[in-house]
């Protein structure tokens, strides 16, 4: 059976949410209502997601929600400043995953939808950076594959390079 590429995806996330986050607990899904959010109130989390707000223009929105955990899943990439976000949680524990920067292909960017643009690929080290500058000490990370079924080079590549990079952190 061929598992798709968000499926494989939230398959990923959703164990590793669970190894660090028990249920139930309390979560702003940073980003609009998405099948995943679908998903993890399927396992027993209570999940608020923020409405579509520029996060960049207003990272203060993060402290409107009473939550035990802040998640965001692919979102930090697309804003242009994540730092200040990340400054403005108050709670004490994150769950994030990011796109890797991959070095045989150029970021994501649709020609036809504006929000849906990488601003930022990082590689891990970065991330990392990132989260710690901001006030944040990691304490578990992850890294899986996102292969695809297609011929060429970069598919091939795709089988053994990370594409996808999880982290759980808490406030320091």
Not at 81 to 93: C, G, S, Y
């Amino acid at each position: 059976m061929y598992i798709t590429i968000p499926e494989k995806r939230y398959q990923h996330t959703l164990k590793f949410l669970k190894k660090h986050i028990p249920t139930p607990a309390v979560i702003l899904d940073l980003g609009i209502r998405n099948p995943f959010s679908e998903i993890m109130e399927a396992n027993g989390y209570t999940v608020y997601n923020t409405e579509g707000e520029d996060l960049d223009l207003l990272p203060e929105i993060v402290k409107k929600y009473n939550v035990q955990v802040v998640t965001a899943f692919e979102i930090f990439e697309h804003l242009i400043a994540p730092f200040n976000v990340l400054r403005e949680i108050e709670t004490t524990k994150i769950v994030t995953t990011i796109p890797l920067k991959l070095w045989f292909a150029n970021a994501y960017r649709s020609k036809t939808d504006m929000w849906d643009r990488h601003y930022h690929e990082f590689e891990d080290w970065q991330y990392d950076w990132l989260l710690e500058k901001s006030g944040w000490k990691i304490i578990d990370s992850e890294k899986w594959t996102s292969p695809i079924n297609k011929i060429g080079f970069r598919p091939i590549l795709r089988k053994f390079t990370p594409r996808y990079y999880a982290v759980y952190a808490e406030r320091k």
